[in-house]
Antibody, heavy 116, light 112 residues
Framework: EVQVVESGGGLVQPGGSLRLSCAAS????????MNWVRQAPGRGLEWVAN????????SYVDSVRGRFTISRDNAKNSLWLQMNSLRVEDTAVYYC?????????WGQGTLVTVSS | DVVMTQSPLSLPITLGQPASFSCRSG???????????LEWFQQRPGQSPRRLIY???IRDSGVPDRFSGSGSGTDFTLKISSVEAEDVGVYYC?????????FGQGTKLEIK
């Protein structure tokens, strides 16, 4: 059974930091591109970042580049998103997800609220 | 960034009737490798998204065959041949031919 479980969300003040975690199982994590996708309250989906299977290549949407860092550990089937210099507009549910020709896997999301 | 424009934003449909979702991209989604990386996602109320279709027209495993995708270049369509109650939700197209990946704003399917 495939499981994707995010954690680490919460309330943080503007300018603060959070580290999101994603634990995956039931699919070949080490061969999969992994993504973070976010959804602001009542809004649509926004792709945030991804990382290649080996962890050597990362990409980011412009609005988070330089503030967020995606990383992974294939030995632990884990993905992270380090979020620094958080802004009010980063408030959203953050999903860990993978979509390939062999399947697509999403977590339930973790809510990040940036507010003073 | 490639802008993905979906229409309509809201789609009220009677059960058993067909539904059609449009997605247009700001530039061609044909990749240099010859593939077109256009996908469709469904998000039911209160749930995480799930992919239905990838590379324009290939259904994911477990997706009912009433769902079909078509299109080319900049113009794409998702169709439901006969809407069922469980199809209620928001449908998003997404491209990853170009960086960054971009989603459309979504079309909300509701039962009339």
């Amino acid at each position: 059974e495939v499981q994707v479980v995010e954690s680490g969300g919460g309330l943080v003040q503007p300018g603060g930091s959070l580290r999101l975690s994603c634990a995956a199982s039931g699919f070949t994590f080490s061969s999969s591109w992994m993504n973070w996708v976010r959804q602001a309250p009542g809004r649509g989906l926004e792709w945030v970042a991804n990382i290649n299977p080996g962890g050597s290549a990362e990409s980011y949407v412009d609005s988070v580049r330089g503030r967020f860092t995606i990383s992974r550990d294939n030995a632990k089937n884990s993905l992270w998103l380090q979020m620094n210099s958080l802004r009010v507009e980063d408030t959203a549910v953050y999903y860990c997800a993978s979509w390939t020709t062999s399947g697509n896997y999403w977590g339930q999301g973790t809510l990040v609220t940036v507010s003073s | 960034d490639v802008v993905m424009t979906q229409s309509p934003l809201s789609l009220p449909i009677t059960l058993g009737q067909p539904a059609s979702f449009s997605c247009r991209s700001g530039q061609s989604l044909v990749h240099s490798d010859g593939n077109t990386y256009l996908e469709w996602f469904q998000q039911r109320p209160g749930q995480s998204p799930r992919r239905l279709i990838y590379k324009v027209s290939i259904r994911d495993s477990g997706v009912p065959d009433r769902f079909s995708g078509s299109g080319s270049g900049t113009d794409f369509t998702l169709k439901i041949s006969s809407v069922e109650a469980e199809d209620v939700g928001v449908y998003y197209c997404m491209q990853y031919t170009h960086w960054p990946h971009t989603f459309g704003q979504g079309t909300k399917l509701e039962i009339k």
